[in-house]
């Protein structure tokens, strides 16, 4: 079984640029989730969805951060006007009925360095 | 907000000690407990899961945890150079639903 997909694995970016990350989850996971994980630290939650809805995105910051997940199954995250604190690695995780009762499956992520 | 704090922040064992990692949180009311492994440029692979207090054990992992303490921890048996990687505690509380909040991590150099 295929985990979960992500790409691209590396960006380098100047400050102002934007940036694309994508993300397949396990066939037949309901939920997604994105995190940010910045060097040395535990990754921190962005935003999930469930299906195609947003769940929770209180900690995206919506002002240059967008996330979408259209039919329910690939999702992108995108950065707009990308600044030197949004380096970090972007995890994104797959799981079949949420973190309270299903195991979150997570793909190697996309390391992004804006310069 | 629940506040999730790993020690220590490093540790160096030898091949065949035992390890142990530490894991405090401040939401006494957690119900859902991970430990993950994360080798260098690598996603996230879960090493064992606790629900309840006391021990569960998943080959050469055991978690134990202890709510009253707001505790858990992670005991690896016989550590092996390929467990060198970053440790992270997963705690999910009951005043965000569906959301893990993890610590920093705990790195782990085992040595031959």
Redesign the interface.
Known sequence: EA??TQSPRYAVLQEGQAVSFWCDPISGHD?LYWYQQPR??????LV?FRDEAV??NSQLPSDRFSAVRPKGTNSTLKIQSAKQGDTATY?C?SSFG???TG???????S?LTVL | QQKVQQSPESLTVSEGAMASLNCTFSDGTSNNFRWYRQHSAKGLEVLVSIFSDGEKEEGRFTAHLNRANLHVSLHIREPQPSDSAVYLCAVRGTQVVGQLTFGRGTRLQVYA
């Not at chain 1, 040395?40 to 939650?45: C, K, N, R, T, V």
Request: overall charge negative; charged content about 15%; proline content about 4%.
């Open positions: 985990g979960v939920t040395d630290q535990g990754p921190q939650l999930y769940i929770d995890l995780a949420g973190a309270n195991q979150l499956y997570f793909g190697e992520g390391k």
